[in-house]
């Protein structure tokens, strides 16, 4: 069954550092999401992209944040300055469309300290 | 906006017992679609089951099914003869029909399978 590969698999930072998180998601879907869950909460939508531009975003997705496709395969997540509350689990989605709901991506655990 | 409530933080369960999760949502929208996603320890979010909202029939996915109730706005989680294996955060999930079709979480729900 395709999946939706995130790496790396845990990340840890320092405050202020930039961090990229990467997706690969799966080939033949159209839509692309990052949704974050800080530890013991729920999970939050971040940004969501389709045809090469960012079609919605969340309050928590500012200037700090930006998403690339850069190669037609993989999906980006930037944090350009990383804050302490920036600490989470990052998950990256794919979806057709529809019903199929979306694939997640198994997560990034990324520490800022 | 979008909301999505889960009322019950932790639910437990004796093991090959039936147990029903809830959720309740709000929204405005005719067409929506509804999931639950069930979150292990390693914390990955995996697709348990999935509603049409224009649907009157309840989907079922083995062991899994749901109450959907669109008047009421409630779309519950049974999880029958319920294993060891399904001890996790249940998150239900509310999806637009248009837009960028995001997800809407609620809170979650653990649930503790008592052997």
């Known amino acids: 069954e395709p999946e939706v590969t995130q790496t790396p698999s845990h990340q840890v930072t320092q405050m202020g550092q930039e961090v990229i998180l990467r997706c690969v998601p799966i080939s033949n879907h159209l839509y692309f999401y990052w949704y974050r869950q800080i530890l013991g909460q729920k999970v939050e939508f971040l940004v969501s992209f389709y045809n090469n531009e960012i079609s919605e975003k969340s309050e928590i997705f500012d200037d700090q944040f930006s998403v690339e496709r850069p190669d037609g395969s993989n999906f980006t997540l930037k944090i350009r300055s990383t804050k302490l509350e920036d600490s989470a689990m990052y998950f990256c989605a794919s979806s057709g469309g529809g019903l199929y709901g979306y694939t997640f991506g198994s997560g990034t655990r990324l520490t800022v300290v | 906006a979008q909301t999505v409530t889960q009322s019950q933080p932790e639910m437990s369960v004796q093991e090959a017992e039936t147990v029903t999760l809830s959720c309740t949502y709000d929204?405005?929208?005719?067409?929506?679609?509804l999931f639950w996603y069930k979150q292990p320890p390693s914390r990955q979010m995996i697709l348990v089951i999935r509603?049409?909202?224009?649907?009157?029939q309840n989907a079922t996915e083995n062991r899994f099914s749901v109450n959907f109730q669109k008047a009421a706005k409630s779309f519950s989680l049974k999880i029958s003869d319920s294993q060891l294996g399904d001890a996790a955060m249940y998150f239900c999930?509310?999806?637009?029909?248009?837009?960028?079709?995001?997800?809407?979480f609620g809170t979650g729900t653990r649930l503790t399978v008592i052997p």
């Open positions: 999930a509310y999806r637009t029909q248009t837009g960028a079709n995001n997800l809407f």
């Open positions: 509603q049409e909202a224009y649907k009157q």
């Open positions: 929204t405005s929208e005719s067409d929506y679609y």
